[in-house]
């Protein structure tokens, strides 16, 4: 062990996860020692082939470990690595992985950035199901964007916390109410590993948060190129309500928010310090790290012990290290707190990096006099960063209009944010039989030029046999996925047999499938799929039928959103619907991956303008679904009137005015076009004109909505030294 540590002069984890693999490997027989290597690295889910090594050993065993590679290999009887130790084909199948991944990580780094890496802050990284550290579209926009970062060999780090009790896990009662529990976490069984220090002890960082230091060590797991930083409270020298803020994602106590965002803001910084990390720039991503700014700062500015700086002349001297990405115009996501709330938590902080405590609470306004206004995150982050953007066109003007008042110019349209459109990984996303036909067609190694039209104009040329089979396997494997959990869902929930009875049969893998996954916010709407409960049951007709899914989880306190997933429950036993519409429980990485490929049609019903991006409807696109959506966000620079369906996006102060009229013209476009065309078919049963559809989605919104594009957006309009 010692070996190891002094080949390693920089002590970020590198040696603690080289450590961490040869005690895996020395569990394992000889020739499966490339198994722990893989099993370490998050670049085994993007690789062809990688999650089959695990599910070789049995696809159901390996569900029950969360598909958690570490926890997985250590747990295999020795008998079953004996078998697989001598069996020649899956040995080359391992040995096929291993290679992508050693070449992967030996590729030299893009150097266009100059010095250092990019530091990613997030609150969320949806990298993986076995990585409980993210609750929806952001944290998987993170986890997408560090993949795409791991690909384009982009030198950047992501730090974020540690949750050790994640977000929530969903069960629905019989009344169709939310609850929700927890699971904690075992590090020492995920592909993670602690960072410590020459002397073997763990790296530490200590906080100043309420009247006393928080201390945290700091995890580390890979995900291909790229480390990814956890920082973590719950240690010994901690005390009860100090190791709780690191225990949940986006915990209920606003206090204990609070502290999260110190301990992400300034913790990542420290932690970066501690290992010799010198980040070129600090990429901002949401508003919750934005202290980070303040401890960069104090340090720029060089002020020690009897020193008060003027904090906003010391944020200047920070700012060209900063960019931010502002991921929501929703009021939720853009939370303020009062001046008591914020020196009640960060007034010590403020202290430490020697800064007026009432010079904090004034940034976090827009208004920094104004003493009747709360702070936010966001207000501070704009402040701090040398460029704002938002994630789509349209969020671009929605997040000038809410901001304007922080920069001293006339016209809203002179408001110094940009954007860059969100977008999703597509090794990610794309399914196994999409991905293994467009290779077919599109020769190996398309997706390294996903980005291209060029290379996407390639579906036109795919016959429809080959383009339907692929939809239909993809939605026969969705349609067994539900079958397998309805029945465990609805018995769980104590349901009479027979309403178990019907998931038992639910769904047909011929029909047209229709899709509604995502947080259930109040501004998704997904209210407006049974505005009228008559027309919604007329929608699911056996002479032209077609089957729903629904899954999603509401945030513990939003009792509004649990209402409406409580009345959708309601219709449950109407006659016809026990099989034709299904919810899923506790969405998660897993459930919409499968999901989002089955599907036909993917909906989106977000309230104008709330939704910034959305990245599902980008997911199926890469599938070949097709997307029926309100024109907001992605979609309203998307949507080109060939490429699937609109909904009129005009914000309306009307609200119930404008969800009457929305829901009418959703079960139009359903009634009237989109059922008519999935039925109408040749006489070899293929519905060409629907194909034509989903051909034109693909060619359009793949090289569009591929991470690899909003890669090069950030890297030129973003990162780009300036
Ligand atoms: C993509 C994704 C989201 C985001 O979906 P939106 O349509 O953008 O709201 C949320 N949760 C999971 C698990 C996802 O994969």
Redesign the pocket.
Known sequence: MTVLRDRDPHLDGTSDLAIAVEGLARRLPESLHSLARIAYNYRWSWTPGGRELFRQFGAHRFSLSGENPVRFLRDLSERSLLEAATDGEYLARVDMVAQVLDADLARPARTDLGSGPVAFLCAEF?VHRSLPV????????AGDLLKEASDQGLPLVGVGLFYRRGYLHQRVDRTGWQQEYWIEADPEMLPVVRVSNSDGSPLTVRIPVWDGLLAAHVWRTDVGRVPLYLLDADVAENTPLQRWVSARLYEGNRAIRLAQYALLGVGAVRALEAMSITPALFHLNEGHAALASLAVASRMAGLSNHDIGDLATALKSGRERFVFTTHTPVQAGNETYTREEVLAVLGSLADELHFDREALVELGRVHPADVGEASGLTPLAIHAARSTNAVSARHESVARGMWHEMFPLGATDQVPISHVT?A?HLPT?MAPPMRALLTRHFGEGWERHASDPAVWAGVEAIPDEELWEVRCEQRRDLVAMIRRKVVVDRLARGEDIDFVQAGADAFDPSFLTIGF???LATY?RLNLVLHDPARAMNLLDHGQPAQFVFA?KAHPLDDAAKAIAQRMFALKRSPGVDNRAVFIED???S???TL?AGCDV?L?L?RPPL?A???????AALNGCLNVSVLD?WWMEGFDGSNGWGIDGEVDPDEAAQDERDAATLYTVLEDEVKPSFHERDDRGIPKLWLQRVRASMRTLGPKYCATRMIDDYVSQVYAPR
């Open positions: 949806g993210y609750s929806g579209g952001l944290g998987v926009l969100n999703v996303w996954a995502r947080r998704k999603g969405y998660d990485l459930v919409a991956s989002i993917w989106n977000p939704e991006s959305g990245t599902s409807g980008m997911k966000g």
